[in-house]
């Protein structure tokens, strides 16, 4: 965003050559010559610095960034194993509390980190690099640079979702960011995976994300995010050409960032309503369903999408592998591996979310991702709004971006994302009541479930917020079990098939199904005889 009223100072060899406010559209003019100059930033609200800028003829304009005195932290890397050291990072501009959390059934207090600050003046605050942040990372550091003060925590013995907690002494506003803690060794029958790269997609702290100015940041930033903005253009043509970019010409974006949508209310509750628009897709909704695998007593190993990238989860060692909520975003390398597990080597796949394997990622490093956003032909009515689409009807063109780039994920789950039933929510309908997985539910033919759920931002049933339906590419003994009854045909379709190496895959195609366990008997009664089927045969 555009920062106006910014005081600068521009000094040189110990001289000051100008003093200047920045413009309301954020722009700096300032009568000074070619040359390097130590320039002083101060606003209000925002923290003070001075870097040291080259002033040359060069057009392309210089970035300055400033940071908010919001408290903000973040883990690096999000993702540890067990006993492995990770580091966790803060801004504050005053005394703050720092604790390690572990979100399951209960929200349980594992220990005191830190009382993050030091002696200097507002010495725990932080420091924005200029330019284009989202692809170097913050860079953040501890409040002093001794040894003692390293900020690191080692990685607990039990698996789970981890939150680091802040709270600042004086003012009380508080912060909290999320922690993947994988088991040492495979300890579970079950593996779930967190959706880290899908995260990390969504997150625009720094003027990017894989939906705000995917390929690059422009040159002069924002002042009002509909006038300034493709994404908010009128012309449905612009909006189409926000991802007209090829694939290796989208920036990496890069997790040593804060994520405030991946915060978590001090006083929530395992079984609060889902507050917030991103909160339904990212570790706040991800939550709700690990904890609701520990009340129904299920064990499991968690890991991040990144450690099944690169191996550190052996799927060999698991009977049943869970995706759920909102699992956008992987690599060819994650794809190919669990295929061959349950197509090979008789793998167990519950696909429990919405509008999942729809993008390949391109793992630059191990702090930064590349989304490979080429898109696929996309219907547009004349009034501007997207036509109601099925996979099925779609001639020759790709089913998904992941499509384009490698193959369609409905050769694995069955199922593929469309723009049919987008941002609505509805009950499933029963259409195979004989199948298995309806056993001691009670359920009839069109008979109606999965009506409540714990979204509050797409409610109204389990079927929802994104949905998927069966693929052109789905194995031939795929089997329709449900179908969500959302407008314009565009429910959710519930399927299972079994490969010949006795393998299976149960798939149910929507983003609000995992929100809907903790509150709707039926859909926790279907999810219960999937995963007891996988884990015991019967």
């Known amino acids: 965003m555009a920062l106006n009223d910014v005081q600068l100072e521009f000094r040189r060899d110990g001289n000051r050559y100008d003093v200047v406010r920045s413009t309301p559209r954020g722009a700096v003019y300032a009568d000074v010559g070619p040359g390097t100059y130590d320039v002083t930033l101060a606003k209000d609200g925002y923290g003070s610095k001075h870097v040291m800028v080259d002033v040359d003829d060069d057009t392309h304009p210089y970035q300055f960034r400033l940071l908010s005195d919001r408290l903000y932290g973040y883990m690096t890397p999000i993702c540890s194993t067990a006993g492995d050291l990770a580091r966790f990072r803060v801004h504050a501009t005053e005394e703050v509390r720092v604790t390690l959390w572990r979100y399951g059934e209960h929200r349980e207090r594992i220990r005191p980190l830190d ?48 939150y680091v907690h802040l709270e600042e002494k004086e003012s009380g506003e508080f912060f909290s960011f999320p922690w993947v803690v994988a088991p040492a060794e495979p300890d579970a029958d079950v593996a779930v995976v967190a ?13 990017r994300s894989n939906y705000v100015n995917p390929a690059s940041l422009p040159d002069r930033p924002v002042v009002d995010s509909h006038l300034d903005l493709d994404r908010y253009d009128d ?51 991800e939550w709700r369903f690990l904890g609701w695998l ?17 191996g550190t989860l052996d799927l060999d060692a698991y009977d049943v592998l869970v995706i759920h909520t909102h699992p956008e975003y992987w690599s060819r390398t994650m794809y190919d591996r669990v295929k061959d597990w349950v197509f090979e080597r008789g793998g167990q796949l519950a696909y429990l979310g919405g509008n999942g394997i729809d993008c390949e990622v391109d793992v630059v490093d191990e702090t930064r991702v590349r989304y490979l956003n ?31 780039t490698h193959e369609s994920a409905g050769r694995l789950l069955g199922v593929v994302t469309t723009l049919s039933g987008l941002m609505t929510a509805a009950p499933y309908e029963v259409v195979t009541p004989e199948h298995w997985v309806f056993d001691g539910t009670g359920l009839e033919s069109h008979e109606r479930f999965g009506t409540e759920t714990l979204q509050e931002r797409i409610s ?26 959302n407008p314009n045909d565009g429910g959710a379709e519930m399927v299972y098939y079994e490969t010949d190496s006795d393998g299976a895959v149960f798939s149910v195609g929507s983003i609000t199904y995992p929100a809907a366990l903790l509150v709707d008997d039926h859909t926790a009664t279907i999810t219960e005889n999937v995963l007891d089927r996988f884990l015991t045969g019967e």
């Open 115 to 162: 009382w993050h600050g030091e002696h200097g003046p507002q010495a725990g605050k932080q420091l924005l690099p200029d330019g284009d942040l989202t692809q170097s990372g913050v860079k953040w550091h501890p409040p002093h640079p001794g040894a003692f003060a390293t900020q690191t925590v080692e990685a607990r013995d039990r698996t789970g979702l981890y």
């Open 195 to 207: 959706a880290t790269m899908t995260w990390n997609a969504y997150n625009n702290f720094g003027g």
């Open 374 to 404: 080429k898109s696929r032909p996309i219907s547009i009515s004349e009034s501007g709004k997207y036509e109601g689409d099925t996979p099925r009807s779609r001639g020759d063109e790709y089913e998904t971006r992941f499509d384009r």
């Open 294 to 310: 520990e009340t129904r007593g299920y064990d499991y190993d968690l890991y991040a999408d990144n450690q099944l990238h690169d």
């Open 235 to 285: 012309d449905p043509s612009i909006r189409e050409g926000l991802y007209g970019a090829e694939n290796h010409e989208y920036a990496p974006l890069s997790f040593e960032r804060p994520a405030p949508y991946n915060a978590v209310d001090r006083d929530t509750d395992l079984h609060d309503p889902i507050r917030g628009r991103f909160d339904t897709y990212f570790a706040p909704a």
């Open 460 to 485: 109204g049933g389990a079927s929802g917020q994104e949905t998927d339906k069966l693929s052109r590419y789905a194995p031939e003994s795929v089997q329709l079990l449900a179908k969500g009854a």
